[in-house]
């Protein structure tokens, strides 16, 4: 599977430790080590962070070739607390690097973001409309590509106009139950939320084929022709949820594309997910065969599909 994924690429700033991240960079990082060929399309400063950045995504095996280095701006920034739960709460610094994306028009026939099976975007740089801009471009630019949105809403740092803008590029959006909730409420008034009713309303509206709303620990929810499914959660003890979210995005997308059942993909992401809550920072060593043969061992009615 080829992949176009565009975005921020920050350091998530947790007490004395960073930790490299962001949404986009998280997600791209799972799908490559799930064995897929994947552009990342961010930016950097001209500092430390930024050659660190670069030099991480490296040793990861993921390519640094679509980053932009900024000299005048900083690499990004995120200050993450975390509750007693482990969910986390983000301070992100603006302007950084992250804003300023851009790909030359010569470079968008590069066969890495040529006619990819899948372009992923989240939320969080496209409020730089520079970068919505080169979303919309790669977009329109490939126009049998399908496109997940990972929607990741971070306080200050969205608007329900850009939301729905997104929402109407997607084939498939992925976001959690407060944030699904939020919107409706927002687009809807004073009508009673339910992940039903929320689903009807997003997908009638925009056009997705499949939407998901992740429960965390609970699991989570698909909706697709017409339908909502309920999927059980892997309960482990969670260190922080960081990543958690984009690991499940990369879960389920592989599965997807594979052709497996929904049932198989949801397990799939949900393991991921839960093994990446587990673990600290967004990004935390793990393996295929680690992954199956938790989820195997939790549900063994799963079955055995390959990869």
Known sequence: ??????????????????????????????????????AFISAVGADQRGALAIESMEALGLSAKFIRVIPEQETGTAIVTTDKSGNATFVIKRPAAFDFLNIEDSRLSDTAVRDPD????????QTSARNEALLDRLVAGSPKSGRFYDVNLREGHWNPELVQRLSGLASIIKLNEPEAETLFRICCGAQQFSPERFCEYWSGNYGAEVLCITLGERGCMIWSNGGLQRFHGYPVKTVD????GDAFSAAFLQGLQLGWPMERTASFANALGAIVAARPGAIPSWTIEECLRFMESANPDTGNHPL
């Open 241 to 244: 949820t960081v990543g958690a």
């Open 118 to 125: 899948w372009i992923y975007f989240g939320t969080l740089a």
């Open 1 to 38: 599977m080829r992949i176009v994924s565009i975005g921020e690429l920050l350091w998530d700033v947790m007490g004395d430790r960073e930790f490299l991240g962001g949404a986009p960079l998280n997600f791209s990082v799972s799908s490559r080590r799930l064995g897929n060929e994947v």
